[in-house]
């Protein structure tokens, strides 16, 4: 028994279902690597990462571009786009209905949120995966959003983000999910004879058709800490070669060792980490950043370097 | 049960049996009950082409995988002359679960690669069932790339279980062998031509599927999930298999109305395995002629074709 459970006042029981993970809706939250019971402000401070255990907890799509991209002028694009039934799929509910409830519960229309905006200044193209919506799974809906984004980077020259997360291609829309791998690697590959930057940030989890496709053909992979990523869940492997995994197998780690990735980078320092590589792949000069970005927001002075015609912030006094 | 007949093959399998013993006794005791056999044979068409006319997903699925199916290495043959196989990824290894190599097509080069399951035990083992690991992935992108260069046509014949799903596999990097292929081949500066010969499962039948014609056998199936897979994550219980390959539509004839197939290629009464020689001559007529619309194309409105063509799956 958690000490939470002790000073909780009788008669108040809480749920077998709801006992690992969580503690009355509130000011707190319960870490579920390490237990810890944490001070939302604070979580919510550090991105959503245990201040104790370091554990990259799971963020929702909006909330992960709403801290990536600058505060303002940011906007999402491509609302348009809307899963489509095109086999009438039915299992023991229709596909039909397990949309509507999950356009209820997540309040989105599918599982990727598209936004324009900038990155200290940079203009570029952010898209997320919201895994709460089925899965994050890939069916038409995600990967035309995706396309478009993608589109639109290479239309206008600037760099393009993806934040994955996903379970893989969506079952209910077939072989339509499958060809969107084809669809959304394709675009990808027009970016890299064009030379546009695509960065793939890998977040927990990401197995199957988005792993074998767009989130690793980044000109930059990159993983959060502990992330899992692999082309096939651990339960099929095990079943297949019927031995036990090696403990990290498929994690961040893992994949940084084979070489699948080129960097592990802390929530906390995404934001750095990716406008310093994107504006070296820019040849763009990157204005120096208070250390606690969100207390202090720059006020943009439109710049124009010897290279490029794009707004720079201005360097800060030192 | 006959092992050569599939569960709703088994009355046509009895008709067989009876028609062998008569023919034995036939040659023994040169009775004249050629009648008799002949009355039997038509007997016995009669009922296939009852059974297969009204095939449902999951029996196609069967079908596809039947044990006399075949396969990649019994197709290139009678298809094609002078096949030289090329191997290795050069990086790593050579994978027998892809084949692949230069041969001619009506005595013009082209690129051949398909995925291989392997007949006997010892070849299925030799060809890991047919389920690549990211060197067999590569080792096609390696060739489809030196196709390019020597402006050889791309032909795929897609047959296998899916990607490997083991340790080695994904330590290689399957994932991204895949993905690799996928940008590629939306790319490749010649015709390429995907069969789906048998059982094109998921990521791994893509992984060598990207083209700008896409065909199917009559009963080979599609899916981004095997059947099974599907069954056990929706319903929780992969005896629904037969329900998950009805709702997924994992046959042509659904894939070409989605318009993801582009043709259905007729299959010989009962099945490919009925009748190679009949099968590969139909493959053969098909790439010909596919072959001869493609070349006709300008480079340009090629690629431009087959971009447009990846961008409008699902619209």
Known sequence: MSWI?????????????????????GLWKKCVKCDAVLYRPDLERNDDVCPKCD???????????DTFLDADGREEIFTDVEPVDRLKFKDKKRYRDRLAAAQKTTGEKDALIAMRGTLKGM????????????????????????????????????????????????MQEALISLMQMAKTSAVIERMKMAAVPYISVMTDPIYGGVSASLALLG????????????FAGPNIIEQTIRQKLPKGFQRSEFLLEHGAIDMIVHRTEMRDTLARLLAKLGHLQLAEEAVNEEVVEEEPEPEVSDEVEIPLESPRDE | MNPNYLDFEQPIAELEVKIEELQHVGSDNELNISEEIETLKQKSTKLTEKIYSNLSSWDIVKVARHPLRPYSMDYIPRIFTEFDELHGDRHFGDDNAIVGGIARL???????????????????????????????????????????????????????????????????????????????????????????????????????????????????????????????????????????????GVTSSVLQDLGIVDATIPEPLGGAHRDVDLMSERIKAHLTEQLDVLRQLALEELLDQRYQRLLSYGN
């Open chain 1, 219 to 230: 000109d930059v992979n990159v993983a959060e800490p502990d992330a899992r990523a692999g």
């Open chain 2, 106 to 248: 009506n005595g013009e080069p082209v690129m051949v690669i398909g995925q291989e399951k392997g007949r006997a035990v010892k070849d299925k083992v030799m060809r890991n069932f047919g389920m690549p690991k990211p060197e067999g992935y590569r080792k096609a992108l390696r060739l489809m790339e030196m196709a390019e260069r020597f402006k050889l046509p791309v032909i795929t014949l897609i047959d296998t279980p899916g990607a490997y799903p083991g340790i080695d596999s994904e330590e290689r990097g399957i994932s991204e062998s895949i993905a690799q292929n996928l940008a590629v081949m939306s790319r490749l500066k010649t015709p390429v031509i995907c069969i789906v010969i048998g059982e094109g499962s998921s990521g791994g039948a893509l992984g060598i599927g990207v083209g700008d014609h896409l065909a199917m056998l009559q009963y080979s199936t599609y899916f981004v999930i095997s059947p099974e897979g599907c069954a056990n994550i929706i319903w929780k219980d992969s005896a629904n298999a037969p329900d998950a390959a009805e709702a997924m």
């Open chain 1, 123 to 170: 203009p570029i193209v952010a898209v997320a995966f919201e895994f709460e919506f089925h899965g994050g799974s890939m069916g038409y809906a995600v990967g035309e959003k995706f396309t478009r984004a993608a589109q639109l980077a290479l239309a206008e020259g600037i760099p393009l983000v993806c934040f994955a997360a996903s379970g893989g291609a969506r």
């Open chain 1, 55 to 65: 554990h990259h907890m799971r963020i929702g799509a909006r909330r992960r571009l």
């Open chain 1, 5 to 25: 459970d002790k000073i909780l006042p009788s008669g108040v029981s809480r749920s077998e279902s709801t006992k690992r993970s969580s503690v009355p809706e």
